[in-house]
């Protein structure tokens, strides 16, 4: 298991953007599908965007579909989440980690710090 640190977040006013990237550390951040959770207030973490180790497939949830888009810089060991039309609901701190693709479970036990991501009505 690598370590992933996320960045990116920030306060932004509903129908802005905000891109998030989540670093990762070791030669297999590659070899990994990888993808993006979030947790709001209260609320369980809840799956949101995965990209396969190549970049060539991706997968939304529902109530983020046509206006995120998730990539990765396997050269850089990154990967991004552009976010558009942001809405009070998308309020959460997000996560980045591994993931089994199909099933869009999350790999790895531990999380890291997350980043902050507050959109204001």
């Known amino acids: 298991q690598g370590q992933l640190v996320e960045s990116g977040g920030g306060l932004v006013q509903a129908g802005g953007s905000l891109r998030l990237s989540c670093a990762g550390s070791?030669?297999?951040?590659?070899?990994?599908?990888m993808g993006w959770f979030r947790r709001a207030p209260e609320k369980e973490r809840e799956f949101v965007a995965a990209i396969t180790w190549d970049g060539v497939r991706t997968k939304y949830a529902d109530s983020v579909k046509g206006r995120f888009t998730i990539s990765r810089d396997n050269a850089k060991n990154t990967m991004n989440l552009e976010m558009n039309s942001l809405k009070p609901e998308d309020t959460a701190v997000y996560y980045c980690?591994?993931?089994?693709?199909?099933?869009?479970?999350?790999?790895?036990?531990?999380w890291g710090q997350g980043t902050q991501v507050t959109v204001s009505s």
């Open positions: 980690n591994a993931v089994d693709y199909y099933s869009a479970n999350s790999l790895w036990g531990s």
């Open positions: 070791g030669p297999t951040f590659g070899s990994y599908h």
